[in-house]
């Protein structure tokens, strides 16, 4: 597949091929500074953070600034700036970096436009009344449905949805185009991929269903004789994007999807017959078009891409004359009600069809998937347990495969993730040698939902791995970035966060270009859970920030309460605590939340939190009970464990020493069910120690507190490492034994810069030290990110006295 490359003056970046050409010369440059160049041109729409930019190209964020200083200016000198005139690479003051030169952009396939003017980039088809699809975000094309009564566990804080996404349009097929089920051609290059624009409709408006509906059926049809072919609802992504836009549909269309040639279905009544023109829009600027009549339009549109084929130097796979038009006609038509998001529609079309029709297995895996996308889960399940029941592995490998996948998301819905893995191994095995690659890919992404769900974090890395290369054979963007946004969860969940973010942020760029607007919700909730792990919470409001335009347009529930319930973590972390309560008590009364899993009990967990820091023990010791009660799966497992350590801070705030020790007997045997998980052992084992602090068994305390720093280290995630040592630090330095305290309070120092809390720790050890100067720092430090927070009065906080001789 083509790929972008950027020309600014006599200089040519292209990235896949990691070259820097000044006019011929070809520079040689080190792998970071390469890295950095291109991460900063990439985004050049927006001023890039330092740490954005080190989690980027260095996977850490412990890189000193004297390195990445040293790496920029390189990257300057590359490209004929310096540090003084930053006429390519602005630096942002105490933020970051932006490229601000300007550049054009070519792709590798076409000849550098200050060489040659380009080629005319083909027009849209003509418009055509009431059958032009609407502008807005097709979120809901793609998206997973509202929930229903059941639980489910998601790959992270509802990031489920993108594994449920994956029931993709282009899986159903009608079933004339795959009876025989003869062994297809192997896939060619990516390179060679085609994308089919809707057709232009010329009839009444009853047909208006064809400008989608013949759309993909030309699709499916190039697709089974081995053509590689932009899905459907990529298309219509991009499509609706471009036209919301304001650009040229079929222009953005090629570009998103990466297609070098484009398709334009026509259809026209004319007289008794269907008059079907297919043109073949090519690379070169050549245009070829055939057409076909008949009295049928799925028949002659079939027939238009057989002759297609023909010039495409393929062959049309054989099909069964047994199969009744009927259901392949009902089957097109509901497709292009779901492409347009008209559940209702695709409904009414399946209950007026005649009942030998509706009994047919094809047309009741279509009713399934608009049961599951409409939310009524219960009825896609009873469908599909009838459809697996008639079709066999031998009789239909990839129908079979189509109505596993989706009982397997079903049960990732409904928690029984171990279910539903031999559910998706099998859909696996139906389809990975039958040239499946959409079908395949998408299995694989279902299987590694499931797999994290288990904590099998490995097998769902090499899923996600095989779901990657599936879908590149199948040209499916859209997938592809959905891929991409569940490695950045898996991230997330395994505590990589540093690695999570530059993968997230590329999907989120995809799912914008597309206006895949549930998808980007769901990234961007991802991307603020990164950076608040990150202690960058600065960041993360700023990433929040990014989204509040369209959140509005979040119709699901479950996606706009996960991204609300970030925000108010980050607004919390910079201090905004009006702003966070206002929003956790607005999550608290939405009464579409209350059935959405785990929800309800990180909302209960977050307010506990800042309950607890605003002195209502009381309330906080009420929504930390909550949020234990709520959150009992492993993958809530992290989230309950910090609801349990408030749930015993707020008991023995209260004076409650007695149910205290009670809760901590609990959480402690709890752990035991997770003894390989560092994330939750850390906060049992600060449980224990702040109980044994309290009841002033020092050494019982001591040993819990290093118990704790171990796992925070082994765990590895430096927001978590922060409240272990801002306990044990505090305590420490209470007792004065600041040698042990300067140790422990320096393996958080480095976020001293932009965390409240560990800069405010590091005030306490300068005062106790007496180190003036450096307390004044911190002090201002403190001050600078406290926000709405009250800094502490007390003794450790004070101006240090004065060391007499």
């Not at 942002?92 to 200050?114: H, S, V």
Request: hydrophobic residues 45%; contains cysteine.
């Amino acid at each position: 597949m083509s790929h972008p490359v950027y020309l600014f003056g006599e200089y040519r970046v292209d990235p896949l091929a990691r070259e820097l050409h000044r006019g011929s010369e070809l520079l040689a440059l080190s792998p970071k500074v390469f890295d950095c160049l291109v991460y900063l041109i990439e985004h050049r729409d927006r001023a890039v953070g330092r740490d954005e930019l080190i989690a980027a190209v260095w996977g850490k964020l412990d890189v000193s600034d004297t390195l990445l200083g040293q790496t920029l200016l390189k990257a300057r000198r590359a490209v004929g700036d310096d540090g003084n005139e930053q006429n390519a690479i602005r630096t942002i003051p105490r933020f970051g970096y932006r490229w601000i030169r300007e550049l054009e952009t070519a792709r590798t396939d076409e000849p550098d436009p200050r060489e040659s003017a380009p080629s005319t980039p083909p027009s849209a088809p003509a418009a055509t009344t009431a059958t032009e699809p609407p502008a807005e975000a097709v979120a809901a094309t793609t998206a997973a449905p509202p929930a229903g009564p059941h639980r489910r566990v998601a790959i992270l804080a509802g990031a489920a949805a993108f594994v449920l996404a994956t029931l993709a349009l282009a899986w159903l097929l009608p079933p004339r185009g795959r009876d025989a089920l003869p062994p297809k051609p192997a896939q060619v290059a990516s390179n060679d991929a085609l994308v089919v624009l809707p057709a232009t409709v010329e009839s009444s408006e009853e047909w208006a269903w064809l400008r989608l509906g013949l759309m993909d059926l030309v699709a499916s049809r190039l697709r089974q004789a081995g053509q590689v072919v932009a899905p459907s609802d990529n298309v219509v992504a991009a499509w609706r994007t471009a036209s919301a836009g304001g650009g040229d549909p079929a222009t953005v269309v090629r570009s998103l999807t990466g297609a070098r040639e484009v398709i334009v279905p026509q259809v026209a009544r004319v007289a008794d017959d269907w008059l079907v023109q297919i043109e073949l829009r090519e690379n070169d600027g050549r245009r070829r078009t055939i057409e076909a009549r008949g009295s049928d339009p799925i028949e002659t549109a079939r027939n238009a891409s057989d002759q297609l084929l023909v010039l495409l130097g393929k062959s049309p796979v054989a099909t069964h004359d047994d199969v009744p038009v009927s259901v392949a006609g009902l089957l097109q038509r509901t497709e292009a009600s779901l492409l347009g998001d008209d559940f209702a529609t695709a409904r009414r079309l399946i209950e007026a069809a005649p009942a030998a029709v509706r009994a047919t297995p094809a047309i009741g895996v279509r009713l399934a998937q608009i049961d599951y996308r409409s939310g009524r889960l219960d009825a896609a399940r009873g469908t599909l347990e009838q459809v697996l029941a008639q079709v066999s592995a031998e009789t239909d490998p990839v129908l079979r495969a189509q109505a596993l996948h989706m009982l397997g998301a079903l049960a990732v819905r409904e928690d029984r993730s171990a279910d539903a893995v031999p559910i998706f191994e099998e859909a696996i095995r139906l389809t990975e040698s039958r040239h499946e690659p959409v079908v395949v890919g998408q299995a694989y992404t279902g299987l590694a939902a499931a797999l994290v769900n288990l904590w099998r974090f490995d097998e769902a890395a090499s899923a996600l791995a095989r779901a990657r290369i599936a879908l590149t054979l199948a040209n499916d963007t859209l997938s592809l970035a959905r891929v991409d946004a569940n490695e950045g969860i898996l991230n997330n969940n395994r505590g990589r966060h540093a690695e999570a973010l530059p993968v997230l942020q590329r999907a989120a760029d995809r799912f914008r270009h597309f206006g895949a607007l549930n998808d980007l919700a769901l990234t961007v909730t991802a991307q603020i859970k990164a950076q608040i792990a990150l202690l960058d919470a600065s960041g993360a409001v700023a990433t929040s920030e990014s989204l509040l335009p369209q959140r509005a347009q979040l119709v699901n529930a479950r996606t706009r309460g996960n991204f609300d319930l970030q925000r108010a973590r980050a607004l919390a972390a910079v201090g905004r605590l009006t702003d966070a309560r206002r929003l956790l008590d607005e999550l608290r009364r939405d009464a579409s939340l209350a059935d959405q899993a785990e929800l309800p009990g990180s909302i209960a967990a977050e307010s506990a939190r800042l309950q607890l820091a605003a002195g209502d023990a009381a309330q906080a010791a009420e929504s930390a009970r909550r949020a234990v009660a709520a959150l009992p799966t492993t993958d809530e497992a992290h989230v309950r464990a910090q609801a349990w350590l408030t749930l015993v801070r707020a008991l023995l705030a209260g004076g409650h020493a007695g149910d205290a020790r009670d809760q901590c007997a609990q959480f402690q045997q709890w752990t035991k069910e997770h003894g390989d998980m560092p994330s939750v052992i850390q906060f049992a084992r600060l449980a224990e120690a702040e109980l044994a602090r309290a009841a002033q068994r020092r050494e019982d305390a001591d040993r819990s507190f290093a118990a704790a720093f171990d796992e925070a280290e082994r765990w590895g995630v430096p927001h978590d490492l922060a409240i272990v040592v801002s306990s044990w630090g505090t305590s420490l330095i209470a007792d004065r034994e600041l040698d042990r305290a300067s140790e422990v309070v320096g393996r958080v120092a480095r976020w001293a810069e932009q965390d409240y809390d560990c800069a405010l720790l590091q005030a306490q050890l300068y005062g106790a030290l007496h180190q003036t100067d450096a307390w004044r720092a911190a002090l201002a430090r403190v001050r600078a990110l406290a926000g709405e927070r009250t800094v502490p009065s007390g003794a450790a906080i004070d101006e240090p006295a004065t060391r007499s001789g």
